[in-house]
């Protein structure tokens, strides 16, 4: 089966900082990759997403992914993070075992410190 | 943009009943999905349709089944509800699984 995981369950970062999220996923065929975000009580935007084509992938809010297929890699970044940001990221993955289905990794808890 | 509607923001129900979650969405979407959320757990998906009274198990069924009579609809039903189901439930649709959109959720407490 499909998996994903995500190396860091809660990131805290001074605002301005840079953040970087981490996803590794599991698949030997190709696939698709997919960063959401969901902000306090609601439910789960989407940031960014690899289909194919160029492995930096530009999302929303100044968000950026790189696909990385010889280390199973989707990280997620952003160089300088506002308070706005404090949410929580999840990876996703589709595609190869995962057929037409998302699989989750465990979600990363960024809280931005003024 | 997608439009999904989950009918209860908040829920709380006893052991033992039957619970029904309620999933709308706008777009004429074929696919829909059932996703429960819990901390350090992600997302995991419960049950999912292709059409209209078709359904497929995702990775935790148990305990669960699903009801799609029409397509813009999918309800999730706890057949007797159990305090290990108290979750974030999230209700998925989307015609490609490069467009899913989700609902807002229903927080599900079990007492």
């Known amino acids: 089966a499909q998996s994903v995981t995500q190396l860091d369950s809660q990131v805290p970062v001074f605002e301005e900082a840079p953040v970087e999220l981490r996803c590794n996923y599991s698949s030997s065929v190709s696939v698709y990759l997919f960063w959401y975000v969901q902000y306090p009580n609601q439910g789960l935007q989407l940031l960014l997403k690899?289909?194919?084509?160029?492995?930096l992938v530009k999302g929303i809010n100044g968000f950026e992914a790189e696909f990385n297929k010889s280390q199973t890699s989707f990280h997620l970044r952003k160089p300088s993070v506002h308070i706005s940001d404090t949410a929580e990221y999840f990876c996703a993955v589709s595609g190869g075992a995962a057929g037409n289905k998302l699989t989750f990794g465990g979600g990363t808890r960024v809280l931005v410190k003024p | 943009d997608v439009k999904v509607t989950q009918s209860s923001r908040y829920l709380v129900k006893r052991t033992g009943e039957k619970v029904f979650l309620e999933c709308v969405q706008d777009m004429d979407h074929e696919n829909m999905f059932w996703y429960r959320q819990d901390p350090g757990l992600g997302l995991r998906l419960i049950y999912f349709s292709y059409d209209v009274k078709m359904k497929e198990k995702g990775d935790i069924p148990e305990g669960y089944s699903v009801s799609r009579e029409k397509k813009e609809r999918f309800s999730l039903i706890l057949e007797s509800a159990s305090t290990n189901q108290t979750s974030m439930y999230l209700c998925?649709?989307?015609?490609?699984?490069?467009?899913?959109?989700f609902g807002s959720g229903t927080r599900l407490t079990v007492v």
């Open positions: 690899y289909l194919s084509g160029s492995t």
């Open positions: 998925a649709s989307g015609t490609k699984i490069s467009s899913i959109g």
